[in-house]
């Protein structure tokens, strides 16, 4: 019996992305929808480059290389970015299975790639806690404080609104200022994942991997 169309539409699906990820491998060039702002031919865009790589790490990342089209943009996303997941009271593994919470639900799984285990590590998560995000609720790897807020995360992803009993279980644990604080990350991350998505933003790979 022949495939459904459906079935044929995921596996041509497949072998487009595998296609772009092995290009990508090969020839270290970006099969993004949208092409990557080269840093050598925009001179006028040296100091904003400049500040992108002090705060992150020397890097210039695929996803500022495609917001520098529009360079307020990208650097608003570099602040909004910077502010939700390093000047807030929240503790790291609480950012961090925030924002891998909100990669799986969107389907983006470059978030996964990057933060597992290069930011989860840091903050003392396992991989196995990492890997048990898909399904956390079925599982017991995660304290009241951390299923509260990964509560939350899947109401405002999924249903925008949320219930008053899922808002209700998070004030025995984080007060009102780190509640506001997760719930910029949070939208922050809604935010990231879907930009990655939409327009199709490659990884970074390292020179020479």
Known sequence: MGQSGEGVRREAGLARRLHAANNLLLTGKSMARISL??????????????KIRGDRGGRLLNIYETLLHSPALAMAFLEQVTAVRWKTELDGQ??????IRV????RVEYVFK?????YTAQEGLTREQ???????????????????ALAYTDAMTR????????????????????IVELTVL???YNMHTRVLQALEIDPTIPRGA
């Open 130 to 148: 990492c890997d048990a995000l898909a399904d956390w609720r079925n599982c017991t790897l995660f304290d009241e404080r951390q299923r509260a």
């Open 94 to 99: 609480t950012r961090e299975i925030v924002i």
């Open 186 to 188: 949070i939208g922050t």
């Open 37 to 50: 702002i080269e840093e050598k031919d925009h001179p006028e865009l040296r100091e904003l480059i400049a």
């Open 114 to 118: 990057a933060h597992v285990p290069a």
């Open 159 to 178: 249903d925008i609104q949320v219930p008053d009993a899922v808002y209700a279980e998070l004030r025995p644990h984080f007060n009102e200022r780190q």
């Open 103 to 106: 990669g799986i639900l969107n």
